[in-house]
């Protein structure tokens, strides 16, 4: 049962959203309603009790035989105990692969078979339902002359979710220890990824998110959609704001500017900075002192490297006494960015092409002079190497002027929502 504080903040949401798309300039025209329609639901309706289904399937006439497929079990082996017919299960093998692949039958999913038992039932037909994964299945119909089959949805339950922490190592341990779904670090990371350093957090760093969640059978399918969320990091509070403007729905601060800019602030996540930005540091391979223009991420080979922003790929290469692998990429006439030490390219990768922020363009690596598996990022500001940490880019994508109204209202009510946790 939810507490009071969560009820309220449910109805603030609720409250500010309506609010808020009253103010949205659109249509101001009114939709017609269909006579027919309009008498018919004025007409007495008699209530009847709601049929109890499963899988779409009245149960009241069947006895259902429900289990979990074994290892190397296949259609044979969870239908012939029903029994079905050879011939009758060599024909639900020859449905269509997007019905049922016979070679995609998993150990560990579940499986039901409804068997008619009332002989005075106008049912005719008993089913053998697969589960493909938590919420897709398979119902197949199973009659005295026919085999049919039709996908099918189990119903989703989406629940408003609150999560409340303070960092002690990271956020992603931070969501482990606090039994909070470890998939919201990522969302975070991808609405503040232009604000936050993930890989800066210090140790009392707080969050506050307000969130969707999707569940099958009381399952977690999935986070469907961040409602609002605040950091305290490094002295200073972060809003993400939802809003919608223009069709697409996007994340703002409290003051109306987009929290997408121009750079993403790192090109990989949940790692670590094992060498900064330095214009004398001890080279760990040639023991020797000389200027190191670039941030080094720690992260396991193999890790997902991202460009930090939209560009061209102007140079890709490999350097054997230096960089190893590396790609630059430019992206306008001010900015490049460099990255070195990849185990390989992303595909597609080469020079010429076109790249959109957040894209993968290579993968950790230790190549070229590199004691282990790390990142080596380099930023420039034309032609001349910055500290990365230290690039400020300008947002972009603010709340029009029309649409201030109604954010205003949004921003109110997500703000005071997100204080009472």
Avoid at 162 to 171: D, H, N, Q, R, V
Avoid at 201 to 226: A, L, M, R, T, W
Avoid at 239 to 261: A, M, T, V
Avoid at 375 to 390: E, H, I
């Amino acid at each position: 049962m939810k507490s009071w504080r969560d009820l309220v903040v449910m109805l603030l949401l609720a409250v500010g959203t309506a609010m808020a798309a009253s103010f949205l300039p659109g249509d101001e025209s009114t939709v017609a309603v269909d006579p027919a329609l309009e008498n018919n639901a004025k007409k007495d309706t008699i209530e009847t009790a709601p049929v109890k289904k499963l899988y779409g399937i009245p149960v009241s006439s069947y006895e259902i035989n429900s289990g979990k497929v074994q290892r190397n079990e296949n259609l044979a082996d969870l239908l012939l105990p029903f029994g079905l017919s050879m011939q009758e299960i060599y024909k639900i093998s020859l449905l269509s692969d997007t019905l049922i692949d016979e070679l995609k039958i998993k150990s560990g999913n579940s499986f039901a078979f409804f068997k008619i038992t009332d002989t005075t039932s106008v049912a005719t037909t008993s089913y053998f339902v697969y589960e493909k994964d938590p919420l897709n299945y398979v119902r197949i119909g199973i009659e005295p002359d026919s085999i049919w089959a039709k996908n099918g949805k189990k119903p989703i339950e989406t629940r408003l979710q609150f999560a409340t922490g303070t960092i002690e190592t990271s956020l992603w341990e931070s969501m482990r220890n606090n039994e909070e779904n470890p998939m919201l670090a990522v969302e975070l990371s991808e609405i503040f990824a232009w604000s936050i350093d993930f890989f800066g957090f210090q140790k009392g760093d707080q969050y506050k998110v307000i969130y969707e969640e999707s569940y099958v059978d009381n399952q977690s399918i999935g986070i469907q959609k961040i409602r609002g969320a605040w950091f305290y990091h490094n002295g200073t509070d972060f809003w993400g704001i939802p809003f919608e403007q223009n069709g697409e729905r996007s994340f703002f601060d409290e003051k109306g500017n987009s929290l997408r800019k121009a750079f993403l602030k790192a090109p990989l996540r949940f790692s670590r900075i094992s060498s900064g930005f330095s214009h004398s540091r001890l080279h760990p391979v040639l023991k020797i002192r000389r200027p190191h223009h670039g941030v080094d991420y720690a992260a396991p080979t193999g890790t997902p490297v991202h460009t930090v922003g939209d560009g061209v790929v102007s140079r890709k290469g490999y350097q054997k006494s230096g960089g190893g692998n590396y790609v630059t990429i430019k992206h306008n006439s001010v900015y490049s960015t460099t990255y070195m030490h990849l185990s390989r390219f992303g595909k597609g990768i080469k020079q010429g092409v076109y790249v959109k922020q957040g894209e993968t363009i290579g993968y950790v690596g230790s190549t070229g002079l590199a004691t282990g598996p790390h990142l080596d990022f380099r930023f420039y500001k034309n032609g001349s190497a910055v500290n990365p940490l230290r690039v400020e880019a300008p947002p972009v994508e603010p709340v029009e002027e029309k649409n201030r109204t109604a954010y205003l209202v949004v921003r109110a009510f997500t703000m005071q929502a997100l204080k009472l946790l």
